[in-house]
């Protein structure tokens, strides 16, 4: 059911949670599905998360196509330092 979808609020609590749960070395993926406006807003959300783990010691990636019609899922990858 396309009308059924995950909110960010909710993304971003279980990422918090499982970062946490991470031990050096371990690693946090998610894949973004921005094909739809509440998929967009969620898969900008959960980027921004991200990228701010950078300035904690984290490495992260974002991998997915270029060049397609409308915005493709792409995942998102973080490594605990």
Same mark, same amino acid.
């Given at each position: 059911?396309?009308?059924?979808?995950?909110?960010?609020?909710?993304?971003?609590?279980?990422?918090?949670?499982?970062?946490?749960?991470?031990?050096?070395?371990?690693?946090?993926?998610?894949?973004?599905?921005?094909?739809?406006?509440?998929?967009? $807003?969620?898969? !900008?959300?959960?980027? %921004?998360?991200?990228?701010? /783990?950078? *300035?904690? @010691?984290?490495?992260?990636?974002?991998?997915? $196509?270029?060049? !397609?019609?409308?915005? %493709?899922?792409?995942?998102? /990858?973080? *490594?605990? @330092?």
């Amino acid at each position: 059911d396309h009308e059924l979808t995950t909110e960010s609020g909710e993304t971003l609590d279980a990422l918090e949670i499982a970062a946490g749960l991470l031990r050096p070395g371990g690693f946090l993926s998610v894949i973004c599905y921005p094909g739809h406006p509440s998929g967009a $807003a969620e898969a !900008t959300a959960v980027e %921004a998360w991200m990228t701010a /783990l950078t *300035g904690l @010691g984290w490495r992260v990636a974002r991998y997915g $196509a270029v060049g !397609t019609r409308r915005p %493709a899922p792409f995942l998102l /990858l973080a *490594g605990k @330092g």
